[in-house]
């Protein structure tokens, strides 16, 4: 089926943005096949403190989590640039992690990393996917915590796949 090549566009567009979009979900519940599902076989993935195939960044960030570690990634600005099978992308985007579960090193600490991924997403088989990641970092920091927030008695906590909420709708 022919489309008006602006509304396929726009179509086009909207994938892509989902696609990036379901990062934050797949890292921040450590759902690792929703995030290899968002890589081609061959996607390549330098994020500094990992730099190969897709499938070892997956594997990098299986070994990294455990149980209370707490990751929020918010995805900002983002410019897609469409040209046939090929986008590249630039998103902004601030990520959170308390350092350490209740009760271990680092639970008193939180990172906070300003980033901006640089993405080359690729339209194969008639699905958009990450080819190629590169993450640029500004100036980030640790953040000493000197309060909890108390969260009440009817507050839903996050957890990781398949126990978080997100799961249960």
């Not at 990098?60 to 989590?65: L, T, Y």
């Not at 959170?96 to 194969?124: H, N, Q, T």
């Not at 640790?142 to 909890?148: G, P, R």
Request: glycine residues 8%; contains cysteine; charged residues 30%.
């Amino acid at each position: 089926m022919d489309r008006d090549p602006e509304i396929q566009h726009l179509i086009d567009e909207s994938k892509i943005r989902n696609l990036l979009n379901t990062y934050p979900r797949a890292l921040d519940r450590q759902d690792h096949a929703l995030l290899a599902s968002l890589y081609h076989p061959d996607g390549i993935d330098d994020h500094g403190v990992y730099n190969g195939s897709a499938t070892g960044f997956i594997d990098f960030m299986r070994a990294q989590g455990r149980p209370g570690m707490h990751w929020t990634h918010h995805n900002g600005t983002q410019i897609v640039e469409i040209k046939g099978d090929v986008a590249e992308c630039e998103t902004y985007a601030i990520a959170l992690c308390r350092m350490g579960a209740k009760d271990e090193p680092g639970y008193d600490r939180e990172m906070f990393l300003r980033v901006r991924y640089l993405d080359r997403v690729e339209k194969r088989q008639g699905v958009w996917k990450i080819a190629h990641r590169r993450v640029v970092y500004s100036p980030c920091h640790i953040v000493k915590i000197e309060e909890e927030w108390p969260l009440g008695g009817e507050c839903l906590a996050d957890g990781a796949f398949p126990e978080d909420e997100v799961y249960k709708f």
